[in-house]
């Protein structure tokens, strides 16, 4: 049976955590902070986009949405996670998870940080298709952040959204990734990098720790420390290795 996420996101939640049942029970014990982003009540919510094609990445797709719905749990601020798939139908993972988006890329509300996870396809079919490259190029070029888990910086780069910028990808790529865009400035052994409005990881599990960065950024430390204590992530973590450029601190 194919899992819908198109349900509000309380049950989207518990959709996704049927995954990671140990992380549910960990976090669903916190409840929100007191008095956190009170100042945000009245802001439009937060939309989050996830891609999501046949042969996404669990680990790429869940460690950043487990991470950033149990931060929307903590902030006032409403946020709005949601997947979407190039015609809105059925995908199924590199796992064999079968997945029913939200969205298809027509009817997908503007994001204003997009995600985009691996997929087995991202460093040669996916790279091919017209149809995602200018979805992910229009979407991405209007957000506030990008994101990319291991080989979604090959679509990133792709869709131009990477040009000029450093970036990271899956380890055992990075020479492919330089060649193949040279207008990139790729950083090896760190875990990720954050240029501006792009954020891109290696991978794996360490795109927990891309998610709990940009959370923080987001949410703020106190929050991020919350959803590290419900996940049992160590934040702040002074073990992860990661790269921000010195026009990360200036708008674009």
Known sequence: ????????????AKTLLLVLPALACAAGALPPA??????TAAEPPLR???????????????????????AAGMVQREVELYTVSPDG?????????????HHGFADAPPADIL?????EGSRDGDLTDEATLAWV????????????LCWGAFVLARAGLLDGHAATTFPADYARF????????????????????????QGGVRSFDAAMY???????????????????????????????????????
């Open 178 to 201: 330089a060649e193949t865009f040279p207008a990139v400035d790729v950083r090896v052994n760190v875990s990720f990098v954050h240029d501006r409005r792009a954020i891109t990881s």
């Open 34 to 39: 007191p008095g956190t982003a009170s100042d």
């Open 137 to 148: 190029a229009e979407t991405g070029a209007r957000a506030e952040h990008v994101v990319s």
């Open 115 to 119: 995600v985009v996870p691996s997929a």
């Open 214 to 252: 940009l959370v923080d950024r987001l949410f703020g430390v106190d929050v991020a420390r919350r959803v590290a204590q419900g996940l049992l992530i160590r934040w702040p973590s002074h073990h992860v290795d990661f790269v921000t450029t010195p026009a990360t601190a200036t708008p674009e």
């Open 89 to 101: 139908g059925e995908i199924v993972t590199a796992e064999g998870l079968r997945l029913v988006p």
């Open 48 to 70: 989050i986009a996830f891609l999501v094609v046949d042969g996404v990445y669990d680990t790429e797709l869940m460690a950043p949405y487990d991470v950033l719905e149990h």
């Open 1 to 12: 049976m194919a899992t819908d996420l198109r349900h509000r996101p309380s049950l989207q």
